[in-house]
């Protein structure tokens, strides 16, 4: 999230909490497409992380992409720490590590989401080429370690700095050391929403195995294949993970919101500073905890906002859902990503055969699947079937959406194409993090050094 909200109309009870959900339902002609990606900054010469301050930092690199889109500056007590596209369309941000952040704008197509990608990671290699900076796609930071990783002057880093090791053990090895691709989809209605939500979630381990790419840790193998999805076992598991409610056939917007009202807070805004309010829930807020702590001691709409922004389950509910499965990777799976989901979800005979398929997976299956991903990718098992069987059924059922969608290019060729790297996943066996170390082995020498180039943007 590129800008923390700021809207100070007061809450005046659950039913607008509710509300605020709900207010995301679209009908057909107005679902979008908004992918995210995520990409390690490194410089070309010794292959050392990139620092935000300095002639050739995060900062100047910022900078210069102000310079060039004329985007809107994000300012942190004085530091620029992203940029906004002047009406929505699209922002640029850092994670805590420094991880550059693409989060793009809503658009009707893949092609759309695609060229768009492209078209800012040629903008940011031309900035950055001159500071000598490029960029890393992968799933996990593999080289640096904790200590060697910069941070990034962003207030509410500070404050998920301090906490995260007090929730569980890998919580700064997510902030610090990973990356993603995410893609932001559009719901008709509280059905629409709940029918997306189960399908997606019983699926997201499934994303994880096809887009594993982080096998190294400090330079050397780590034994996954997907390291960030091990992160996720032990980060803030009170706010991450598979939500078992959603699995209900009643579930609605009310019960993510009962959920969410638990959930520990990270922090409020006021008067352009953050609060840190990790020691209350937001229930706890709303029933006047804070009211001799904080300026005005009652939460607003844009609290709740931000609160929704601080939940990490593996699809994220706000005004749109959040795929949050997936590693980050070299730059055909930043296309790969929204072509998977949109084809399962945008398309009626699709997503019924998504939900006829996923249909008898419960809750236990899941979880199950999602401990075993991190470290077997596709080999992991649900009911005696390897997840590279049922990728090959599910990208069949993918590929029907997008044909079933029939969004064209300038070319003639609809969105099916995009999915070519999840096919070659497929086909050949092995994930991208199988590759990579079987490379490490054998044509790198045991050296971590030949990622810089041949995973590089």
């Known amino acids: 999230m590129a800008r923390d909200t ?71 007590e004085g530091n620029i720490i992203g940029l906004v596209e002047p009406t929505g369309q699209g922002a640029i941000s850092l994670e805590p590590g420094g991880q550059f952040e693409l989060s793009g704008a809503p658009v009707e197509t893949v092609h759309q989401t695609c060229r768009e990608g492209n078209a800012h990671l040629a903008q940011v290699r031309e900035i950055a080429e001159p500071l000598g900076i490029r960029f890393l796609g992968l799933g996990g930071s593999p080289k640096w370690t904790l200590a060697e990783t910069p941070r990034m002057p962003k207030s509410r880093y500070d404050i ?75 980060t803030d598991n009170q706010r991450s993970g598979v939500l078992p409610f959603c699995f209900s056939p009643e579930f609605g917007f009310a019960d993510y919101v009962e959920w969410a009202l638990d959930v520990p807070m990270y922090f409020a805004i006021r008067e352009g500073r953050y609060h840190d309010l990790t020691h209350v ?59 998977f989901w949109v084809g399962l979800l945008y398309d009626d005979e699709a997503l019924d055969a998504a939900e006829a398929l996923t249909r008898h997976w419960t809750y236990e299956d899941v979880v199950a699947m999602r401990e075993a991903v991190p470290e077997q990718g596709l080999s992991a098992l649900l009911d005696n079937r390897s997840l590279r069987d049922i990728a090959r059924e599910v990208l069949a059922i993918s590929r029907r959406g997008l044909a079933n969608r029939a969004r064209l290019n300038k070319d003639g060729y609809d969105e099916t194409s995009f999915l070519s790297p999840l096919d070659e996943v497929v086909a050949r066996g092995t994930t991208s993090a199988e590759d990579m170390v079987n490379a490490f082995h054998m044509r790198w020498g045991g050296s971590i050094e030949p990622i810089f180039q041949e995973y590089a943007y």
């Open 6 to 76: 700021t809207d100070s109309r007061p809450i005046e009870g659950m039913d607008e909490l509710v509300d605020y959900l709900a207010a995301g339902n679209k009908p057909r002609e107005q679902w979008r497409i908004g992918t995210e990606h995520e990409k390690f900054p490194f410089y070309v010469d010794g292959h050392a992380p990139v620092p935000y301050g300095g002639d050739r930092g995060i900062r100047a690199l910022l900078e210069g992409m102000q310079g060039m889109l004329g985007w809107d500056p994000i300012i942190d």
């Open 160 to 234: 998920m700095t301090n906490y995260m090791p007090k929730v569980g053990t890998k919580g700064l090895d997510m902030m610090y050391r990973s990356c993603t691709i995410q893609v932001n989809l559009d719901f008709s209605s509280e059905a629409d929403m709940r029918r997306k939500m189960q399908v997606s979630l019983k699926l997201q381990p499934l994303s994880t195995a096809l887009f594993a790419s982080s096998p190294f840790t400090d330079g050397r193998p780590n034994g996954f294949q997907s390291w960030r999805g091990d992160i996720w076992r032990d």
């Open 281 to 339: 829930t937001f229930r706890q807020f709303m029933d006047g905890a804070l009211r001799n702590e904080l300026p005005d001691g009652l939460p607003n709409m844009g609290d709740w906002a931000n609160h929704l922004s601080t939940l990490f389950p593996d699809v994220r509910l706000k005004r749109f859902l959040e795929m949050r499965g997936a590693d980050g990777g070299p730059w055909r799976r930043i296309c790969a990503l929204p072509a």
